[in-house]
T-cell receptor
């Protein structure tokens, strides 16, 4: 079945850029998402990208997609302490298919 | 606009007891999901509803888990009897439908501890 892999931890200094990486196995993935989960909270959708795009920018967030390598990344510019959370990569095909999530990357921002 | 509401937020029960979780989706959202999130893992789909119809329950352990969405709005997820391995966070999400992209909005979850 489909699989989504992420590194488990990332630590950065406040003000630096963070880059969270994700790889997936399903070559027919149509939509790829980044969700943020703060302690004790549900998942908040940060951004998404269609598989026919290779980049999307939204304020401090930049998503890069390498469809050939099935690699997705999320770059957070000027990382703040409020960005400390777990970031989940997720993918799905078109149609009535469920989201498949990675295990999440815990981002720690050091002041 | 109110988000997805779940209750209770926390539940502690002894094994073999029944437990129920409640979810109220965002108003107007026809699609409702229940996810299971184990510690250190991403969410995994248990069941998806389109209005009151369960259209994907292939991952729901039907021997002990049941769900309903009467009238196509609120939903209840039940476990009977609960086992130690059921300790996890149960997340509810809703979306306006299968549009492109289908944005799912998550509730805060119910954290279950089975002793």
């Amino acid at each position: 079945g489909e699989d989504v892999e992420q590194s488990l931890f990332l630590s950065v200094r406040e003000g630096d850029s963070s880059v969270i990486n994700c790889t997936y196995t399903d070559s027919s993935s149509t939509y790829l998402y980044w969700y943020k989960q703060e302690p004790g909270a549900g998942l908040q959708l940060l951004t998404y990208i269609f598989s026919n795009m290779d980049m999307k920018q939204d304020q401090r967030l930049t998503v890069l997609l390498n469809k050939k390598d099935k690699h997705l990344s999320l770059r957070i510019a000027d990382t703040q302490t409020g960005d400390s959370a777990i970031y989940f990569c997720a993918e799905r095909n078109s149609g009535n298919t469920p989201l498949v999530f990675g295990k999440g990357t815990r981002l720690s921002v050091i002041a | 606009e109110a988000g997805v509401v779940q209750s209770p937020r926390y539940k502690i029960i002894e094994k073999k007891q029944p437990v129920a979780f409640w979810c109220n989706p965002i108003s107007g959202h026809n699609t409702l999901y229940w996810y299971l999130q184990n510690l250190g893992q991403g969410p995994e789909l248990l069941i998806r509803y389109e209005n009151e119809e369960a259209v994907d329950d292939s991952q729901l352990p039907k021997d002990r888990f049941s769900a309903e969405r009467l009238k196509g709005v609120d939903s209840t997820l039940k476990i009977q009897p609960a086992e130690l391995g059921d300790s996890a966070v149960y997340l509810c999400a809703s979306s306006a439908g299968q549009g492109d992209p289908e944005t799912q909005y998550f509730g805060p979850g119910t954290r279950l501890l089975v002793l």
